[in-house]
């Protein structure tokens, strides 16, 4: 029996895209190149190319960071450079001292009681204001505090791209789609989300390397920091019964439960009010930017005040939908699959799409289905989408002079985000139900981040034998 072949996959032979664009630093990877052997392994160019268009992203805000934060409002939309975080200084009353969840910021939130943000990403605005120097003049703090954030958020996008890159063993390139998104330039300080993003990519690698209870300590810190990595259990569970391997998922829910519960319980104790705020928030929140629940809102002229059941049902149907996928497919799909179409799912069915939400789903798409032309059309979707939302601002926020784009335009460009996601599910879905065409798994490989589930025979499905005698075919 021959050895199995662990060296690294180079893109340029097996996508079209990646090969013609190789052609700027010399062309493909031919087959005598030696690889590996300096300095300049995939893991660290990926890491650099990632920090310098993080760095590019921060230089988009220059206007914003120059002027357009503190002087006029319509400016900071105009130039497409708005961040949350500037303004949630003063806002959430960082910048008088104020402690998050035990102390009222009304009077500088305009009616916000309490910090409306997960614990541990309020642990992290909390750290950026202590680092953050003071100043007599206000604006000049602001400056510090978002510069603050971004290094702090920069050194999640080198844990990021390094667990991705490091998630499929032989896949380290595949990574590049993290790095070179984008929307990942363009969103990455606009708010705190890279923390959970990061998390949850490092949870995903402890998987790989099948420790399940590193893997769900690191998820239940990152559902304490968002709200969407509590996602991934759902999928794991399905994929976990059809391997017979729920000894293993157990273990991932009790280090999720209790790295959650270590984390949140002193908050819960001891500033129950404030606490809640986030919860209490995300359910009372009206319909809101970038979903299909405001372009049905604005077009009938209902508030939509059911949009939370409506949701809730959709998302049910779509997660057994996936369950269905999960267990029907002629081989047991990968877990990255999954876990992208239920982040996709949630990010299509909830109230509220902030353009930063495509941070989420990057990593899974790369990690999902490693594929430069597809990734490129939905992240031109996003990029899209980034802009419309600004210039619809701008033009609210404008009075009589209306420059931006009108309702309609803006509703166009939701739906440009809309199915330029769907469009990268229906892609996934179409590699989990034939697997002999998907990108992965045409080296031998079977789920390179299924960690326990990599290789391992089902115990229970729903595909009928003479499907998985066909597959066996095909495989042979």
Same mark, same amino acid.
């Given at each position: 029996?021959?050895?199995?072949?662990?060296?690294?996959?180079?893109?340029?032979?097996?996508?079209?895209?990646?090969?013609?664009?190789?052609?700027? !630093?010399?062309?493909?990877?031919?087959?005598?190149?030696?690889?590996?052997?300096?300095?300049?392994?995939?893991?660290?160019?990926?890491?650099?190319?990632?920090?310098?268009?993080?760095?590019?992203?921060?230089?988009?805000?220059?206007?914003?960071?120059?002027?357009?934060?503190?002087?006029?409002?319509?400016?900071?939309?105009?130039?497409?450079?708005?961040?949350?975080?500037?303004?949630?200084?003063?806002?959430?009353?960082?910048?008088?001292?104020?402690?998050?969840?035990?102390?009222?910021?009304?009077?500088?939130?305009?009616?916000? %009681?309490?910090?409306?943000?997960?614990?541990?990403?309020?642990?992290?605005?909390?750290?950026?204001?202590?680092?953050?120097?003071?100043?007599?003049?206000?604006?000049?703090?602001?400056?510090?505090?978002?510069?603050?954030?971004?290094?702090?958020?920069?050194?999640?996008?080198?844990?990021?791209?390094?667990?991705?890159?490091?998630?499929?063993?032989?896949?380290?390139?595949?990574?590049?789609?993290?790095?070179?998104?984008?929307?990942?330039?363009?969103?990455?300080? !606009?708010?705190?989300?890279?923390?959970?993003?990061?998390?949850?990519?490092?949870?995903?690698?402890?998987?790989?390397?099948?420790?399940?209870?590193?893997?769900?300590?690191?998820?239940?810190?990152?559902?304490?920091?968002?709200?969407?990595?509590?996602?991934?259990?759902?999928?794991?569970?399905?994929?976990?019964?059809?391997?017979?391997?729920?000894?293993?998922?157990?273990?991932?829910?009790?280090?999720?439960?209790?790295?959650?519960?270590?984390?949140?319980?002193?908050?819960?104790?001891?500033?129950?009010?404030?606490?809640?705020?986030?919860?209490?928030?995300?359910?009372?929140?009206?319909?809101?930017?970038?979903?299909?629940?405001?372009? !049905?809102?604005?077009?009938?002229?209902?508030?939509?005040?059911?949009?939370?059941?409506?949701?809730?049902?959709?998302?049910?149907?779509?997660?057994?939908?996936?369950?269905?996928?999960?267990?029907?497919?002629?081989?047991?799909?990968?877990?990255?699959?999954?876990?992208?179409?239920?982040?996709?799912?949630?990010?299509?069915?909830?109230?509220?799409?902030?353009?930063?939400?495509?941070?989420?789903?990057?990593?899974?798409?790369?990690?999902?289905?490693?594929?430069?032309?597809?990734?490129?059309?939905?992240?031109?979707? %996003?990029?899209?989408?980034?802009?419309?939302?600004?210039?619809?601002?701008?033009?609210?926020?404008?009075?009589?002079?209306?420059?931006?784009?009108?309702?309609?335009?803006?509703?166009?460009?939701?739906?440009?985000?809309?199915?330029?996601?769907?469009?990268?599910?229906?892609?996934?879905?179409?590699?989990?139900?034939?697997?002999?065409?998907?990108?992965?798994?045409?080296?031998?490989?079977?789920?390179?981040?299924?960690?326990?589930?990599?290789?391992?025979?089902?115990?229970?499905?729903?595909?009928?034998?003479?499907?998985?005698?066909?597959?066996?075919?095909?495989?042979?």
């Amino acid at each position: 029996m021959s050895a199995r072949d662990d060296s690294p996959v180079p893109p340029t032979r097996q996508d079209e895209v990646a090969a013609a664009a190789s052609e700027l !630093i010399g062309g493909p990877l031919g087959r005598r190149a030696l690889t590996g052997t300096g300095w300049w392994n995939p893991v660290r160019i990926v890491v650099l190319v990632a920090l310098g268009l993080f760095a590019l992203g921060m230089v988009q805000k220059l206007p914003c960071y120059n002027e357009a934060w503190f002087f006029g409002q319509g400016a900071q939309y105009v130039h497409a450079c708005y961040s949350d975080i500037p303004h949630l200084y003063v806002g959430r009353g960082f910048h008088e001292g104020a402690v998050p969840y035990w102390d009222s910021i009304a009077d500088y939130s305009r009616g916000m %009681e309490y910090l409306e943000y997960p614990v541990l990403t309020g642990l992290f605005m909390q750290v950026a204001a202590w680092l953050t120097p003071g100043s007599d003049v206000l604006m000049h703090e602001q400056q510090m505090y978002w510069l603050v954030n971004a290094g702090m958020l920069m050194a999640c996008t080198a844990l990021l791209v390094v667990c991705v890159a490091r998630t499929h063993r032989r896949r380290p390139w595949d990574a590049l789609l993290v790095a070179l998104a984008p929307a990942f330039a363009l969103t990455a300080t !606009i708010n705190w989300d890279l923390l959970a993003v990061a998390l949850t990519a490092a949870a995903m690698l402890m998987w790989s390397r099948s420790r399940p209870l590193v893997f769900g300590v690191l998820l239940g810190l990152a559902t304490a920091a968002k709200l969407y990595p509590l996602l991934l259990l759902g999928p794991l569970l399905v994929l976990c019964w059809r391997a017979g391997r729920l000894r293993e998922w157990g273990i991932a829910l009790a280090g999720a439960v209790g790295s959650w519960t270590l984390v949140n319980l002193p908050v819960m104790l001891y500033a129950w009010d404030g606490w809640t705020k986030f919860y209490t928030f995300s359910q009372e929140r009206p319909v809101d930017f970038g979903s299909v629940w405001l372009i !049905i809102s604005q077009r009938t002229g209902s508030p939509l005040e059911n949009a939370n059941t409506y949701g809730t049902a959709l998302m049910l149907l779509g997660c057994a939908a996936i369950a269905m996928l999960a267990l029907t497919a002629p081989r047991r799909p990968r877990f990255a699959q999954l876990a992208f179409l239920v982040v996709a799912l949630f990010v299509l069915t909830n109230k509220v799409y902030s353009p930063q939400y495509v941070l989420w789903l990057i990593p899974l798409a790369a990690l999902a289905r490693p594929r430069w032309r597809d990734f490129l059309v939905w992240q031109s979707c %996003e990029v899209v989408y980034y802009l419309g939302i600004w210039y619809y601002l701008a033009y609210t926020s404008g009075g009589e002079n209306k420059q931006g784009l009108p309702p309609e335009v803006y509703q166009l460009t939701i739906a440009v985000h809309v199915l330029g996601t769907l469009y990268l599910c229906a892609l996934v879905v179409w590699d989990a139900r034939r697997p002999h065409l998907d990108r992965v798994r045409q080296d031998g490989s079977d789920d390179p981040s299924g960690g326990v589930l990599d290789g391992a025979p089902d115990r229970f499905s729903l595909v009928h034998p003479s499907r998985r005698a066909a597959l066996q075919d095909l495989r042979s």
